[in-house]
């Protein structure tokens, strides 16, 4: 446990009742909002400073679901410090941040969670901090694509969901790949027919990180997304409910290995061992990286071609 020095009540001179740690924590992530910019110009603008770009950051939140989900982990870390360690006040908590976070994230460690839920809990506390070397300290497992489980195998959920009620969000998400919020968000006028090369498109106008992107119907899947909205107005809603027990993200894996196959004309890369250039096609999975929303060829090959 954490030992502090007693705070003197009595030499206090401040007037009035102080603000809770979850209060500041609020106001705090209200002001490391980006509002209406953009992470890609502030990484254009570092890479014209010449500055280095690996694991680049302006220490700004940009996209809300960002945001929501640091909010999220601030909070459980502030319920951790006043249950755990008997520290309530944001002044010592901020003294301590140092040794409190690596207090927590040795306990989470212990307990056997992710790396990679490790890694984003470190992370949203070195925003929340605003100290990129905050638990340094603490030696985090490795992220192995072979210790990958999400949406890998059977989940509890599956057993709660009657996936035949469900079919025509599973047959759109199929066709275009999108994440769950981006389902939810997703409006009839964000579907159309593209000018240039007569495809059907589905727009995302703000999508992880506030991304703006048109991802190609798979071909030969667009009656899927016509179905979806026909009878519906421009400004309706596509999708009135997704249903939180269905695994968004075992159908977007899906799309990605389909779609590049069908486009490379490759089986996917073996599972096991090293990737060898003469197994992978590099154009098609950046052009299935773009479709997902993504930018990088490793993020599809570890977390969804493989």
Same mark, same amino acid.
């Given at each position: 446990?954490?030992?502090?020095? !007693?705070?003197? %009540?009595?030499a206090?001179?401040?007037?009035?009742? %102080?603000?809770?740690?979850?209060?500041? $924590?609020?106001?705090?992530?209200?002001?490391l909002? $980006?509002?209406?910019?953009?992470?890609?110009?502030?990484?254009?603008?570092? !890479?014209l400073?010449?500055?280095?770009?690996?694991?680049?950051?302006?220490?700004?939140?940009?996209? @809300?679901?960002?945001r929501?989900?640091?909010?999220?982990?601030?909070?459980? &870390? +502030?319920?951790?410090?006043?249950?755990?360690?008997n520290?309530?006040?944001?002044?010592?908590?901020e003294?301590?941040?140092?040794?409190?976070a690596?207090?927590?994230?040795?306990?989470?460690?212990?307990?056997?969670?992710?790396?990679?839920?490790?890694?984003?809990?470190?992370?949203?506390?070195r925003? *929340? &901090?605003?100290?990129?070397?905050?638990? =340094?300290?603490?030696?985090?497992?490795?992220?192995?694509?072979?210790n990958i /489980?999400?949406?890998?195998?059977p989940? /509890?959920?599956?057993?709660?969901?009657?996936?035949d009620?469900? #079919?025509? =969000?599973i047959? &759109?998400?199929?066709?275009?790949?999108?994440?769950?919020?981006?389902?939810?968000?997703?409006?009839?006028?964000?579907? *159309? /027919?593209?000018?240039?090369?007569?495809?059907?498109?589905?727009r995302?106008?703000?999508?992880?990180?506030g991304?703006? %992107?048109?991802?190609?119907v @798979?071909?030969?899947?667009? #009656?899927? /997304?016509?179905?979806?909205?026909?009878?519906?107005?421009?400004?309706?809603?596509?999708?009135?409910?997704?249903?939180?027990?269905?695994?968004?993200?075992? *159908?977007? %894996? !899906? &799309?990605?290995?389909?779609?590049?196959? *069908?486009?490379?004309g490759?089986? +996917?890369?073996? +599972?096991?061992?090293?990737?060898q250039?003469?197994?992978?096609?590099?154009? =098609?999975? +950046?052009? =299935?990286?773009?479709c997902l929303?993504?930018?990088?060829?490793?993020?599809?090959f570890?977390?969804?071609i493989?």
């Amino acid at each position: 446990m954490i030992v502090l020095h !007693r705070h003197n %009540r009595k030499a206090d001179t401040t007037i009035g009742k %102080r603000p809770g740690a979850k209060y500041v $924590a609020v106001q705090r992530l209200d002001g490391l909002m $980006a509002d209406g910019e953009k992470r890609s110009e502030a990484k254009a603008e570092a !890479r014209l400073r010449g500055e280095s770009l690996f694991a680049f950051t302006d220490h700004r939140i940009h996209a @809300f679901e960002t945001r929501r989900g640091y909010q999220k982990i601030v909070m459980r &870390f +502030l319920d951790w410090c006043r249950d755990h360690q008997n520290v309530r006040d944001h002044q010592r908590i901020e003294a301590c941040a140092d040794e409190l976070a690596s207090l927590y994230l040795t306990e989470r460690i212990e307990q056997g969670y992710s790396a990679w839920t490790l890694q984003t809990e470190r992370s949203a506390l070195r925003m *929340y &901090f605003q100290d990129r070397s905050l638990a =340094v300290s603490v030696e985090l497992p490795k992220r192995r694509r072979e210790n990958i /489980v999400r949406s890998r195998k059977p989940a /509890v959920r599956d057993k709660h969901i009657n996936l035949d009620n469900w #079919q025509h =969000v599973i047959r &759109f998400c199929l066709a275009c790949g999108l994440r769950r919020e981006e389902l939810r968000d997703l409006c009839v006028r964000d579907v *159309y /027919v593209r000018r240039g090369d007569q495809r059907l498109v589905v727009r995302v106008v703000k999508g992880k990180g506030g991304k703006w %992107r048109e991802t190609p119907v @798979f071909p030969g899947r667009e #009656q899927a /997304v016509w179905d979806a909205v026909s009878s519906k107005t421009s400004d309706d809603h596509i999708f009135d409910r997704v249903s939180s027990l269905l695994d968004i993200h075992s *159908y977007r %894996r !899906r &799309f990605a290995q389909e779609l590049y196959e *069908y486009l490379s004309g490759r089986p +996917l890369p073996p +599972l096991q061992g090293r990737l060898q250039s003469r197994e992978l096609d590099r154009d =098609v999975a +950046l052009y =299935v990286s773009r479709c997902l929303g993504h930018n990088r060829i490793d993020i599809i090959f570890g977390s969804y071609i493989r």
